[in-house]
């Protein structure tokens, strides 16, 4: 639970910082997990003029390279 509450900590105005998150019911059970529609971002900004910035989240599986150093991300995240 500590690691969640300490995400973008520093930040100046890490207060007004917010994620939507989301669960998804099958006949395994409940899980949630912090991705949303691509769309949801834009239309946040959009439909509710207190939010100053909005930006996706999503997920990622891709070789990640850095100078001739390559490996595979298998739990990669963006936004």
């Given at each position: 639970m500590q690691d969640e509450l300490s995400y973008d900590q520093f930040h100046a105005r890490a207060d007004r910082i917010y994620r939507v998150a989301g669960e998804y019911a099958d006949e395994a059970g409940v899980r949630a997990f912090a991705r949303a529609a691509?769309?949801?971002?834009?239309?946040?900004?959009?439909?509710?003029?207190?939010?100053?910035?909005?930006?996706?989240?999503a997920r990622f599986s891709s070789v990640v390279s850095k100078g001739d150093k390559q490996f595979y991300e298998n739990e990669g995240f963006f936004c």
């Open positions: 691509p769309l949801l971002a834009p239309t946040l900004k959009q439909d509710f003029p207190e939010v100053e910035q909005a930006v996706p989240f």
